[in-house]
């Protein structure tokens, strides 16, 4: 069902990437009005320069590119040049956020078990250096499990460290009725496989350290908790200032305008050229090939900073624009993670055109997911829609919130390849889509560089597409709040 009727657009387009796909070949056979944005296939190569540019500039700058660190600005200052070199003008658009950063995350049961990794909430106060030890007390599941102050009745709360099963209520509330009831620390674990990503509200509403663990690991706490357990938790949180960058095409109707966007910063862990210097890249070479294209609509190419505290520039940016310049952005285009070892051909689901009752984007969104559909079609490639309610948030998210279409490629992070999958891309089920997700290996030589050409292919179809697509407005984009957002439970961190 989802593989038919791809839309008059995007099979047009097709000609443009069927014949960008010929060995050495230029796309002669273009779209009637491509307005010269021609993809060959120089491009794909072009991309794997400027990743490999940029791991040199992280590498430089200590490895990764948080914001306001030297990696982050040497990346940054590579942009401008590229962009400039082509003839734009790059607009800076800067901000502050809250920076964290966690310094300590482990558990380890007592007397004498091993540290077990886990993930610290966000804006969690931090326990001491080298923990606190205390009773381990378990929470009884419900449907509300430890939101109110009944769930602690009888258990001897004062002075431990509580287990909850995720759900029912926000990580902020859970926590505070855990403080009420005298707990000294609080352990979540999550109501599904896999981790936990979250945060409290604000760095304001913390009031005890508060850590998670896996499904897995918590179940087996639950069913045979151990007397006592060791945990450390501890994170940095301070003020920062960093830059969005953004550059317009010179041609094209500036009241139709497509934003093509990436985040360009890491997280402390990782060097992160998967996540997301491979958008990054992918981004610049789009620019550069659209420099002197005689285009039909605008596009607009954005480099993002703190998309890993939750998506902070890209709302910033939007909130810092008057309505009538939001209103001339007709869509968006995110592009996250293009290069996974063990990856998926993944299409942001943003118009549930399947109709199999996921979130859905703006009106609007379900022409930018086919002419992305229509790249990897006119590969002869197989794909698959993701969920813009699942894992795969990213900057879409804040153009989604202020009612602008958006769509994008996304090929996994680190959760678990299924067997529908393996069928459908080959690789091997039962392993994570990127076994470097997050961590000190996400490097150019981790990247899978066939799927990221099929991605880098698929994204230029896209554009080109879009711009011979009929003008179909939007409704008018809602006016977005200058939020500071912090990663959730569905954050790419």
């Known amino acids: 069902m989802r593989q038919s009727g791809r839309r008059s657009a995007a099979v047009i387009g097709s000609i443009i990437l069927l014949a960008a796909l010929a060995p050495g070949g230029a796309a002669a056979g273009a779209l009637p009005g491509d307005a010269g944005f021609r993809p060959d296939a120089r491009t794909a190569s072009s991309v794997l320069g400027h990743l490999q540019r940029i791991q040199q500039l992280t ?14 600005a040497g990346a940054a200052g590579y942009v401008k040049s590229v962009l400039g070199a082509a003839g734009y003008q790059v607009r800076e658009h800067r901000f502050t956020f809250n920076y964290t950063e966690i310094l300590a995350a482990r558990l380890k049961i007592l007397p004498d078990g091993a540290d077990q990794q886990i993930q610290v909430i966000n804006y969690t106060p931090s326990t001491p250096v080298g923990g606190i030890q205390a ?3 378990v929470v009884p599941v419900d449907a509300t499990t430890g939101c109110e102050e009944s769930d602690y009745a009888g258990l001897g ?65 639950a069913a045979d908790p151990p007397a006592r357990v060791e945990l450390e938790a501890r994170e940095i949180i301070e003020s920062r200032e960093t830059v969005n960058l953004t550059a317009d095409t010179a041609r094209g109707d500036p009241g139709d305008v497509l934003v093509v966007g990436a985040h360009l910063d890491t997280i402390p ?30 596009l607009r190419f954005a480099f ?7 998506q902070v520039g890209s709302f910033e940016y939007l909130a810092s624009l008057p309505s009538d310049e939001l209103a ?4 968006y285009l995110d592009l996250a993670k293009l290069g996974s070892p063990n990856f998926i051909r993944g299409v942001l689901d943003s118009a549930d055109v399947d109709g199999s009752g996921g979130a859905t984007g703006p009106a609007g969104s379900d022409r930018l997911e086919a002419a992305l559909i229509g790249g ?18 990213s900057d879409w998210l804040a153009f989604t919130d202020a009612g602008i279409p958006a769509s994008g490629l996304f090929s996994g992070t680190e959760e678990l390849k299924t067997p529908a999958e393996q069928e459908l891309f080959g690789g091997v089920a039962g392993r994570p889509y990127d076994p470097c997700h997050a ?31 009929p003008a179909t407005p939007p409704p008018a984009p809602a006016r977005v709040a200058a939020t500071h957002r912090t990663p959730g439970p569905g954050s790419l961190r």
């Open 328 to 331: 001339r952005i007709k869509g």
């Open 439 to 469: 961590t000190a290996c996400d490097r150019v030589e981790n990247l899978n560089r066939t799927v990221l050409r099929q991605n880098v292919l698929a994204a230029a179809h896209a554009i080109a597409t879009l711009q011979v697509a």
């Open 59 to 72: 590498d430089a700058g200590g490895g990764v590119r948080t914001p306001g660190s030297a990696g982050f």
């Open 157 to 221: 709360a004062p002075g431990s460290i509580v287990l909850l099963r995720r759900g029912g209520c926000t990580f902020t509330v859970k926590q505070q009725v855990a403080a009420a009831a005298g707990a000294a620390a609080v352990i979540m674990y999550n109501n599904a496989p896999g981790k936990i990503y979250g945060s409290m509200s604000s760095p304001t509403d913390g009031l005890i350290p508060v850590a998670a663990v896996t499904g897995e690991l918590g179940e087996q706490l």
């Open 304 to 310: 993002w900073s703190a998309e890993e505290w939750g």
């Open 135 to 137: 009773p381990l007390v």
């Open 376 to 393: 990897f079609t006119a590969q002869r490639l197989t794909w698959k829609p993701v969920d813009l309610g699942g894992l795969a948030s």
């Open 269 to 298: 862990e990782s060097p992160g050229l998967n996540d997301d210097a491979t958008g990054v890249a992918a981004a610049l070479e789009y620019a550069r090939l659209a420099a002197r294209a005689p285009l039909k609509k605008k």
